[in-house]
């Protein structure tokens, strides 16, 4: 057999290994984002349909040259407390470098066999217009002088409204493609920014997980991912052309489900990971097993989510919450903490603002959701509780530790130079109950750490 999974050995490998049957041959989806939730999500999805997927690199190379080696396969290797079950993916058809494929990149989104663009390219990216935002606007400029089909932007970021977010970001770039405005009219009447909401837990991808891969295969996959069982898409079905048949929930209104999963599940496992960065903790399933962490996260759910938001029909906050605390103590999934910490001020408006402002209007009592903002402000000071050094990995990093140094050891005045961010909405940063709160959270931080902090809770 090949050292390397491909074409060639996919029909030898073990008998339980599920493997795909016959593979499109060509792709009308185009994929920006080549990381791994992308491949434990949406390929899986598309695995389980007829259509074919060229995945495009926006810069980094290295997960799509080794798509390229295998013939675009790669395993997914689903992690529970009964171990690991191993299924191979063959929906990725082509690859495509975006830095050094440019022209081809706009050529496949001006493209009549594309239908459909879909997007993992994190929350920060959708800020810059001469990155993806740019592409797509140059892209459907030169599908708009063709006359071409319409088209399907389909936002996989958590993102609220990602939808609309998307289409705010690629609109007025279209303004410049030409005198007339022919482009952004006809992009307003052929080309659609549905909504949708991910879920899966998908950690990055680490030595121990090609080593899975290569014991439960036979052979090498660079590319392979690891994955928690739970798996779920929620589409707004506004799709101008076809798509496919993906086993997802299609809706009219897909705000509900984004709400109760970025506040429910995001917000909590960016407060676990927070805190269990700061406990020198590796993941959140440790985190969880802190004494009086997991208490923490059901009060945090029940008394400062759950009344933040009106959940989907059918659903219930709390019973959701119970599920996602079920799903972050799976021992199989080791999402690194310090993972799951970066890029806090993309992350954090959605996952924990929003749910404090509207908090706030309703007039709730914000101790418990201050204890998040006080992890988040004494992590992003560098430490954890034994002294070792925590990476900052943020757009915002020089600015956040240039207003921490300025704030000096005094809690309220650090907690105010996060509260003074300009990503912070202003019901957040003037609430003094809030920054009292905060400022209590993260003097106890400081003098206990976490562990003693959430044990006496």
């Known amino acids: 057999m090949n050292d390397v999974l491909a074409n060639e050995n996919v029909k030898r490998l073990p008998g339980d290994v599920r493997v795909p049957g016959d593979r499109p041959q060509t792709s009308g989806v185009l994929h920006l984002g080549a990381g791994a939730f992308h491949r434990a999500h949406q390929a899986v999805y598309t695995d389980d349909t007829d259509w074919g997927i060229t995945v495009a690199a926006p810069s980094s190379r290295g997960v799509i040259d080794a798509l390229a080696a295998q013939d675009g396969l790669f395993t997914v290797a689903t992690l529970g407390p009964e171990g690991a079950d191993m299924r191979v993916i063959g929906s990725i058809v082509d690859t495509l470098h975006v830095a050094t494929e440019r022209e081809r990149a706009l050529d496949l989104v001006a493209a009549e066999t594309t239908h459909v663009v879909t997007l993992t390219v994190t929350e920060k990216a959708y800020r810059d217009p001469r990155g993806v ?182 659903q219930d906050t709390v019973a959701y919450g119970e599920s996602v605390l079920e799903r972050f103590a799976n021992p199989g999934i080791r999402h690194r903490c310090v993972q799951i910490a970066m890029d806090g001020s993309q992350k954090l408006p959605q996952r924990l603002f929003a749910t404090i402002a509207d908090l706030a209007e309703a007039g709730v009592d914000l101790d418990l959701i201050a204890l998040p903002l006080a992890a988040w402000t004494r992590f992003c000071a560098g430490r954890s509780d034994s002294g070792a050094e925590l990476p900052l990995d943020d757009p915002l990093r020089d600015v956040i530790r240039r207003n921490l140094a300025a704030a000096g050891s005094d809690p309220a005045a650090r907690v105010d130079a996060i509260l003074g961010l300009d990503l912070v909405p202003a019901a957040v940063a003037d609430h003094h109950q809030l920054r009292r709160a905060a400022a209590k959270w993260l003097r106890e931080l400081d003098r206990h750490g976490v562990a003693t902090t959430l044990e006496h809770l």
Request: hydrophobic share 45%; glycine share 8%; aromatic share 6%.
């Open 133 to 314: 935002p740019g592409l797509l606007a140059e892209g459907l400029a030169r599908r708009a002088a063709r006359h071409g089909a319409p088209l399907t932007v389909l936002c996989c970021d958590n993102l609220p409204d990602n939808g609309r977010t998307t289409r705010a970001a690629v609109e007025p770039l279209l303004d410049g493609a030409d005198k007339t405005g022919a482009t952004r009219a006809w992009a307003e009447e052929h080309v659609t920014f549905p909504s949708s909401m991910v879920d899966r837990i998908v950690p990055a991808s680490t030595p121990a997980t090609y080593e899975r891969a290569l014991a439960g295969l036979g052979v090498a996959d660079l590319a392979a991912v690891e994955a928690e069982p739970f798996t779920q898409w929620v589409i707004e079905d506004d799709f101008a052309g076809p798509r496919p048949d993906w086993d997802a929930t299609f809706t009219d209104d897909v705000a509900g489900w984004e709400r109760l999963k970025l506040r429910t599940l995001n917000g909590v496992h960016s407060t676990l990971a927070y805190l269990g960065a700061l406990a020198d903790v590796e993941t959140v399933s440790e985190t969880l097993a802190l004494p009086g962490a997991e208490d923490f996260a059901r009060w945090l759910i029940a008394e400062q989510i759950a009344p933040s938001l009106t959940p989907p029909d059918g």
